[in-house]
């Protein structure tokens, strides 16, 4: 044991005057393996992430949701777009007959964008923003989370109250540093009661809506109050009851929403009932291939740094030819020739991986800054990382450490 702790001390000693005697030759050697280091870690840091942003909008929103929409979510529409921009649009009587008939769903909610408005406080003005009009209960099917104030109550909704629910970001460009709530602002000139801040959301991937950049009122309000147009940009959901399948739930709302329609039993559905897993299935193939193209990048980096550190591993061979054989005379064995230009091997491309790791954390850092979504090194990443270039140090020491544990000692010392 002494003796291998031995030879992985010079061997580790060796390396690194390797990288110092030699430094242009060095750098060289180790730019293909830091570089395969850094593609394939980097791919799958951002693919990790993103599974995780996914995870998180599934977690947050729920996976026993539907949303019921004019497209389906999991096929590219292609040549059949038009036939799907020809359907209906989701109505409010399809939200009755779901809320009212539906007795697997706990929650049912219809709701309507409308972009383009423009909210005004004192001198602060918020042009273009979205307006989401929407049944009660909609906080509770998409878990909004408050950072001040509350939603409407049911007396609220049903009396068409002049109230407002601000996106994070709206309320910050309107009042700043004010407290919001109680106060009155305008839109479009129709002054309407502040009741709540959204808590800031930030980008996730999966969440149909980014509830930071728009304003929520009560549908009853924005349909006898303002007068919108109801004639496009709807949106049904229905949140399954307890015990109740995500499957029962989509065949009980399918039904209901035929007969509502009268759609005959020959006849296609004139909508579609998606689920957040639709997304998530698609997204994986994505993932699946970019997680191949950076894994196939790095492999021919990895190569090329691979036959970089071979190379100065011959070369270390041949400058070190004299001491292998006088090592040999003395009786060293050949196990611990071949093991001491093996690790030495290894170690090299340690520090190559290392520095690679290095690249990718100061990226995703610097990343994670500039963008509002979280990007991380984990530490599964590190260790496969560390382990690809283990293997890497391996496959590009052996047949070096090989060819100087083969060696005569008296032709070695000769040389």
Aim: glycine share 8%; proline share 2%; charged share 20%.
């Amino acid at each position: 044991m002494t003796a291998i702790l031995k030879v992985i001390s010079e061997s580790a000693t060796q390396a690194l005057q390797q990288l110092l005697n030699n430094k242009l030759r060095s750098f060289l050697t180790l730019l293909g393996i830091t570089i395969g280091i850094f593609c394939i870690i980097a791919v799958k840091s951002s693919i990790n992430s993103l599974e995780d942003n996914i995870r998180g909008s599934l977690e947050q929103l729920g996976n026993d949701v539907v949303y019921i929409d004019k497209m389906p979510w999991d096929e590219d529409p292609g040549m059949s777009y038009w036939k799907y921009m020809r359907r209906p649009e989701i109505s409010y009587d399809d939200y009755k007959a779901v809320a009212e008939k539906v007795s697997s769903a706990q929650l049912v909610t219809f709701s309507v964008f409308s972009i383009g408005k423009t909210l005004k406080f004192q001198k602060n003005a918020v042009q273009n923003a979205v307006m989401i009009a929407v049944t009660d209960q909609y906080d509770r099917i998409f878990n909004l989370q408050f950072e001040k104030g509350r939603f409407f109550s049911s007396l609220e909704y049903h009396t068409g109250a002049r109230q407002v629910v601000l996106g994070n970001v709206v309320a910050e460009q309107l009042f700043g540093t004010l407290d919001p709530i109680g106060r009155t602002i305008k839109m479009d000139g129709i002054p309407i009661q502040v009741i709540g801040v959204l808590k800031k959301s930030g980008k996730n991937l999966l969440d149909p809506i980014n509830f930071d950049d728009c304003f929520v009122l009560s549908y009853t309000f924005a349909k006898y109050g303002i007068g919108i147009q109801i004639d496009n940009n709807t949106s049904l959901n229905a949140k399954a009851a307890s015990g109740v399948s995500l499957a029962q739930l989509q065949d009980d709302v399918i039904g209901t929403l035929r007969a509502e329609r009268r759609i005959r039993p020959t006849e296609e559905n004139n909508f579609a009932v998606n689920e957040l897993s639709m997304i998530s299935g698609l997204l994986n193939n994505v993932f699946g291939v970019m997680n191949l193209a950076g894994f196939i990048i790095g492999i021919f980096a990895l190569i090329v740094g691979m036959f970089s550190v071979a190379n100065i591993m011959f070369v270390s061979v041949k400058e070190r030819t004299n001491i292998i054989g006088i090592k040999k005379a003395l009786g060293a064995q050949r196990f611990f020739i071949l093991l001491e230009f093996l690790i030495e091997s290894i170690i090299l491309c340690i520090i190559g991986g290392i520095i690679g790791l290095l690249l990718v954390y100061a990226v995703v850092t610097i990343v994670s800054n500039l963008l509002d979504f979280k990007i991380y090194l984990s530490f599964n990443n590190i260790m496969w990382g560390v382990l690809t270039s283990i293997l890497v140090g391996i496959l590009s020491g052996v047949i070096p450490a090989l060819q100087a544990a083969k060696m005569d000692p008296v032709e070695a010392i000769r040389a």
